[in-house]
């Protein structure tokens, strides 16, 4: 029988801990009784914890209180998770993780691990919106920004939300194999593997700084002609600057180059189009400015993980 303890904190995001738990129980129908997995959740209160949407959750016990050894141990995310940190539950966690075959983290969780010095030398990943946020405050991390979930020897984190669902099916087929998995992702109606990584959620491209800037402008007129040709050289003349210092400043004040701004820019507005319309591919290559669907395609697959038409249909 293997134990899978998750500890909960006020503000944790309720589907992060239902997701897998609810994966490793589906799991039961299919094994052996020897072969359970032995569910556990505590708390760093006593009494029910409020998850982030108000649910009321009982734990088993306080997380003080369990000294024993884990086969995974898990911490989910939320605004708890990230804006908040408990001193006891991160020393009772570097303790804990010593003692557990494996750890890891939900979608936000792995805040909570890199205040507990838990992340350092380690490839994790996090829900797409927070990744920057994590790369800043745990430099010592090697952050994967695109990974559904990603394991490093007995570390295992997840992306945003749902992705706690991917990570809690691997560790059931890597348990109990692959079929048992499929068997468990059927009853779920989810896919045991998803095509495509975090990328297709997420925007390429950080909004426009709304103060004007030689750059700024440069960035709007781009994004005003999408379907015109540009160059770095033409950009370059249109803030008055050489192509070498501009290419030098606008890496610095947009965090991408020129070129790179331009590519991100017309996937993100051909996924617009894609979502919102039923132009045919070749329309919305001509409009994001790609030339030619096979180049938008390229792209796509690149960037994203998917062609536009997979990406048509999972989106629109």
Same mark, same amino acid.
């Given at each position: 029988m293997k134990t899978v303890a998750m500890v909960l904190f006020p503000e944790f995001l309720?589907?992060?801990?239902?997701?897998?738990?609810?994966?490793?129980?589906?799991?039961?129908?299919y094994l052996k009784p020897d072969d359970h997995y032995q569910l556990t959740l505590l708390g760093t209160e006593r009494g029910p914890l409020r998850a982030s949407n108000g649910v009321l959750v009982?734990?088993?016990?306080?997380?003080?209180?369990?000294?024993?050894?884990?086969?995974?141990?898990?911490?989910?995310?939320?605004?708890?998770?990230?804006?908040?940190?408990?001193?006891?539950?991160l020393d009772w966690l570097k303790g804990a993780v010593s003692r557990a075959e494996r750890?890891?983290?939900i979608c936000t969780g792995a805040f909570v691990l890199g205040y507990a010095g838990l992340l350092d030398g380690y490839r994790v990943t996090t829900h797409w919106n927070y990744t920057e946020r994590l790369i800043k405050g745990f430099p010592k991390a090697d952050v994967a920004t695109d990974q559904i979930?990603?394991?490093? =020897?007995?570390?295992?984190?997840?992306? %945003?939300? $749902?992705?706690?669902?991917? /990570?809690?099916? &691997?560790?059931?087929?890597?348990?109990?194999?692959k079929k048992i998995a499929q068997d468990v992702a059927k009853v779920l109606l989810v896919v045991m593997k998803r095509q495509g990584g975090q990328a297709q959620f997420s925007p390429l491209m950080a909004a426009v700084a709304p103060h004007e800037t030689p750059i700024t402008r440069v960035q709007n007129h781009v994004l005003e002609h999408l379907e015109e040709v540009f160059t770095i050289e033409r950009m370059a003349s249109l803030a008055n600057m050489?192509?070498?210092?501009?290419? =030098?400043?606008?890496?610095?004040?947009? %965090?991408? $180059?020129?070129?790179?701004? /331009?590519?991100? &820019?017309?996937?993100?507005?051909a996924r617009n189009l894609l979502e919102t319309g039923d132009l045919p591919l070749k329309t919305v290559a001509y409009k994001s400015g790609f030339g030619s669907v096979r180049h938008m395609r390229f792209l796509f697959g690149e960037k994203l993980g998917l062609t536009p038409t997979q990406y048509r249909e999972q989106f629109s």
């Amino acid at each position: 029988m293997k134990t899978v303890a998750m500890v909960l904190f006020p503000e944790f995001l309720l589907l992060d801990m239902a997701g897998p738990m609810e994966v490793f129980s589906v799991a039961n129908r299919y094994l052996k009784p020897d072969d359970h997995y032995q569910l556990t959740l505590l708390g760093t209160e006593r009494g029910p914890l409020r998850a982030s949407n108000g649910v009321l959750v009982h734990t088993d016990g306080h997380f003080d209180e369990a000294a024993g050894r884990y086969d995974l141990l898990l911490v989910p995310g939320g605004p708890g998770a990230y804006n908040k940190k408990c001193p006891p539950l991160l020393d009772w966690l570097k303790g804990a993780v010593s003692r557990a075959e494996r750890y890891g983290s939900i979608c936000t969780g792995a805040f909570v691990l890199g205040y507990a010095g838990l992340l350092d030398g380690y490839r994790v990943t996090t829900h797409w919106n927070y990744t920057e946020r994590l790369i800043k405050g745990f430099p010592k991390a090697d952050v994967a920004t695109d990974q559904i979930f990603v394991e490093d =020897r007995n570390l295992i984190t997840s992306g %945003g939300v $749902t992705a706690g669902i991917d /990570l809690a099916l &691997a560790v059931v087929a890597r348990d109990h194999g692959k079929k048992i998995a499929q068997d468990v992702a059927k009853v779920l109606l989810v896919v045991m593997k998803r095509q495509g990584g975090q990328a297709q959620f997420s925007p390429l491209m950080a909004a426009v700084a709304p103060h004007e800037t030689p750059i700024t402008r440069v960035q709007n007129h781009v994004l005003e002609h999408l379907e015109e040709v540009f160059t770095i050289e033409r950009m370059a003349s249109l803030a008055n600057m050489s192509t070498r210092h501009f290419a =030098r400043v606008f890496s610095r004040e947009v %965090g991408m $180059t020129p070129m790179e701004f /331009l590519q991100s &820019a017309r996937i993100d507005c051909a996924r617009n189009l894609l979502e919102t319309g039923d132009l045919p591919l070749k329309t919305v290559a001509y409009k994001s400015g790609f030339g030619s669907v096979r180049h938008m395609r390229f792209l796509f697959g690149e960037k994203l993980g998917l062609t536009p038409t997979q990406y048509r249909e999972q989106f629109s």
